[in-house]
């Protein structure tokens, strides 16, 4: 993974200084809340219902066991024994005292980490797939090229202040592990007819109020001038996005408004005359970043077999591993979805426990999901057991990968100022409705996803089955949707019609369950299913 240079460590440390002096210039009244908002901003600090939250960078998601463990001694000392994990790839914390914010973030340097951009009108934290540098179907590891990017974005003058936020996801499979077609851009690492390296750019996509798949914009940049072309994409969007109205100022209602054929024309544009200038970094910077991301150490010729005599152990490999690059090895995804908790949550003591496990059986590397969830990328197949049996024992041990209650929330009306609704206590009905694992192995791959307002942290737009939370003349209803996809086959799901109260909708999705059920045909998943026979059955059953 990529490590701090001189420069890095320089600019993180007097980035804290600075803060530390504009936070007690706020305390001591010298700042007024509207003069240190966009301050704190910028510092991934937010204000929420009931006290400030710190968002903290993991940039595309990964992290060492040094880094893991201060994650768990800060949720122990500045906030209330636990971190929430993020659909950013991103940790929060959701009980911080502004004074003793800078204290964090000063221990954040010191294990080379930040939160820098996590908020505010700029480029967020680059995300990427969580199985990068392990998985057995990528062309090659990705995340060198979001590290490019995330060096070209961090502190970028002209992109400081955008119309509004902008993400960036960078994946390099078909099989898509990170959403990319629902970021503003999406970015494929692909090769081309004569075996080059370059990338394929999706841009415009979103959820929120107006979700939008990203269309095509280029199918091809060579690999080095892939920097150029996305700031050929800011540029244009800078230049045009809406500022006076923040609902329509995200670069897919630029991108919708004009036409994909009219923004690939002036990103072409823009392209030909950066490429002009010479802005694309030299080879050998590439390479200096891409050694940071080589072989961790994998053996070769080690056990490729498992013993599956203990029936639960075989359920949890079967449903949380996933097959690595290098025979003898494993991906293993740690589920933070146990029936009745809080989708994302852990406490100190469990990122703890993965810090320790990934020091101990994964090459000292840990990677955040986008789903909320934590991966171990590098375990031997002969230690699969021993890494269970310490999981299973603190509570991380649930088989339910990519099952119904492995849901994605938002923080929702329990946190969020902006939420309509609750999200969280409506996950925690529906893992309990659907606890029997019998049962949710019939079930088969759904995913659930919650927002607990219109600005769909939560995916639920993408959700195999999506919940979003409304405001009713005072009231949280929550309105049902089905068919959407944020893997390779991208689909945004359809309302199905009313909302309904907490438990009503608890019973709707038990009944579009059973139809599912009663639908289905031979190897089909739900979303298949509900492509195949449509939204009539459903509602039929739900609101017959």
Known sequence: MYQYDQYDQAMVDARVDEFRGQVLRRLSGELTEDQFKPLRLKN???????????????????LNGRQMRLLGDIADKYDRGYGHFTTRQNIQYNWIKLDDTPDILAELATVEM???????????????????????DELVDPRPYAELLRQWSTFHPEFDYLPRKFKIAVIASDTDRAAMRLHDIGIQIVKNDAGEIGA???VGGGMGRTPMIGPMIREFVPALQMV???EACL????????????????IKILVHEIGADEYRRQVEEEFAHILTL?????QAEFDRIAAFFADPGLESGVLDKVDRSDPDFALWLDQNTAPHKQPGYAVVVISLKPTGGIPGDATADQIRLMAELSTAYSLDELRVTHTQNIVLPHVKKADLYTVWQKLDAAGLGSANLDLISDIIACPGLDYCSLANARSIPL????????????????????????SGCINACGHHHAGHIGILGVDKRGIENFQLSFGGSEAADTSLADITGPGFSEDGVVDALEKAT???LAQRAEGERFLDTYRRIGMAPFKEAIYG
């Open 235 to 250: 540029r244009v969007y800078n230049r045009y996005g809406r500022r006076d109205n923040k609902y329509k100022a995200r």
């Open 278 to 282: 010479g802005l694309e970094p030299p």
């Open 228 to 230: 150029s072309y996305a």
């Open 114 to 136: 930040h939160a820098i951009q996590t908020s505010g009108n700029c480029i967020r934290n680059i995300s990427s797939d969580h199985m990068a540098g392990a998985a057995a």
């Open 200 to 202: 394929k750019f999706h």
């Open 427 to 450: 996950a925690q009905k529906i893992s309990q409705r659907f606890a029997d694992m019998d049962r949710q192995r019939d079930l088969g791959e759904l995913k659930l996803k919650i």
């Open 514 to 516: 059973n139809v599912y």
């Open 44 to 62: 991934g600090l937010y204000l929420q219902l009931h006290a400030y939250m710190l968002r903290v960078a993991i940039p595309y998601g990964t």
